[in-house]
Every structure is written in structure tokens, then in C-alpha cells.
């Protein structure tokens, strides 16, 4: 079995639940809908949500929020705002439905393919992605929006990320990066250095049973 063939059986029994899921993470009430990655089945969003750095008084611009995690912990976390957003439609409106379901008003959510649709007079102090890590040939194509969020072709969409992320941050503003560690790092560090950016490695750990090591790096252009 092919490393495609096991994520394809694992985004296939993630949609074997009874939706909507309603699920308690972090003491947000949260409901899962179909076609939505969940982080009772996908548990870097736990992990992610439980290391990241302070965000008190910070603005934060959330790419592929899922369900909403970790965005709408970190607003209860002190974040001044968050705009969270996706290219699946199904996960805008299922993170609106729990921002709405816990309460959380200070979050915009909005459908972009990365950066697409973010006004671009606006800047954040973090901007962060669980980036798609599992790399396909440039031709790939995807067969539903679940293996959008999980294969990245030719990592096009890494490159877009962080060639157009520097330009949505505040003067004192950072990348945040989840990159688990089946990841790619040479090509990683081949885009950092084509966008004059540098990186530090803030957190990495694992959770539960997972194999791969999950962990957070900050990125800026260099000084």
C-alpha cells in the first residue's frame, strides 16, 4: 500500500461518522460537518492549538481553519481579532457556526484560496497554516476538497504562501508554520531562501499514538 493509498483510507474513514459531529475541544462546543477535516480524526489541530505562542492583543489571519481550530481557541486565548478562512466553502460555514455556537464575535471568516481574497491593506501580527505537507507531482490532481487540505503538488501551495505572506504582516508580524515532519524540509528550505525569509523552529512534539512529529516555525523576512 502506497503512502497515497493509506491517507486516502484515512480521509475515507474520517467521513464514516454521523454528521454533524458534536464534539468538545479546549471548552468550545464544536460541530463537524461532512467534507470537513476533524480533529477527532486529525490531531495536529489539538497539537497546534495547545503550543502556540502567546497571542494576547495579537491579530491573527487563520489559512484552512477546518472546523475552526486552533483559530477560535486563540480568540479565547486573547487574540484581538481573527479572520479565518478557507477554500472549501463547507468548513467557512462550519467554523461560523461554532464561532457563533461558543459566543466568539471578534472573527470574520471568509472563503480564499490562501491569500485571494484578504484585502491587502490588511495586516496581522501572526498569520498561520497546518500546511498540506504530503508532496505530489505538480500534476496532481485532487479527488475531493478533503485531499486538498492534506496534498500539496509540487508544494505550489507552500510557495505561495510564503512568497505572498510577508506582505500581510504588521513591521513586527511573523509566519507561523505547522509542518509536521513527513514533510519535505528541503524544499522548504529551498522557498525560504528564494524569498529571503528566515526561520526558526519554535515547538515540535508529537500526540497521542501519531508517528510524525508535528512542529511550529516562525518566519520572517530577514532584517
Known amino acids: 500500500m502506497t503512502d497515497f493509498d493509506k491517507l486516502r483510507d484515512r480521509l475515507k474513514l474520517s467521513q464514516q461518522h ?24 486529525f490531531q495536529s489541530w489539538r497539537w497546534y492549538a495547545d503550543h502556540f505562542p502567546s497571542v494576547a ?8 481553519c477546518g472546523i475552526g481550530l486552533p483559530g477560535l481557541y486563540l480568540t479565547k486565548l486573547g487574540a ?3 479572520v479565518a478562512c478557507d477554500i472549501n466553502p463547507k468548513a467557512v460555514a462550519n467554523t461560523i457556526e461554532n464561532a457563533a455556537r461558543n459566543g466568539i464575535q471578534n472573527v470574520e471568516v471568509i472563503e480564499s484560496d490562501i491569500f485571494s481574497n484578504i484585502p491587502h491593506h490588511r495586516k496581522f501580527d501572526f498569520i498561520f497554516w497546518n500546511c498540506p505537507s504530503i508532496f505530489a507531482p ?9 485531499e486538498r487540505g492534506a496534498i500539496n503538488p509540487g508544494y ?5 504562501f510564503l512568497s505572498e505572506g510577508p506582505e500581510f504582516l504588521t513591521e513586527s508580524g511573523r509566519i ?5 515532519s513527513d514533510a519535505r524540509d ?7 531562501d528564494e524569498n529571503d525569509l528566515a526561520s526558526v ?3 515540535s512534539g508529537t500526540y497521542s499514538d501519531v508517528s510524525v512529529t508535528y512542529r511550529i516555525f516562525s518566519i520572517r523576512k530577514r532584517a
Open 57 to 64: 492583543e495579537k491579530s491573527i489571519l487563520e489559512i484552512g
Open 176 to 180: 507561523l508554520l505547522g509542518f509536521a
Open 138 to 146: 505538480d500534476d496532481y490532481e485532487y479527488r475531493d476538497n478533503l
Open 156 to 160: 505550489k501551495l507552500l510557495s505561495r
Open 18 to 41: 454521523t454528521f454533524p459531529l458534536y464534539i468538545q475541544e479546549f471548552g468550545l462546543e464544536l460541530s463537524v460537518h461532512e467534507d470537513v477535516f476533524s480533529s477527532l480524526d
Open 186 to 192: 528541503d524544499i522548504l528550505a529551498e522557498i525560504i
Open 80 to 82: 484581538v481579532s481573527l
Open 201 to 203: 523552529l519554535l515547538e
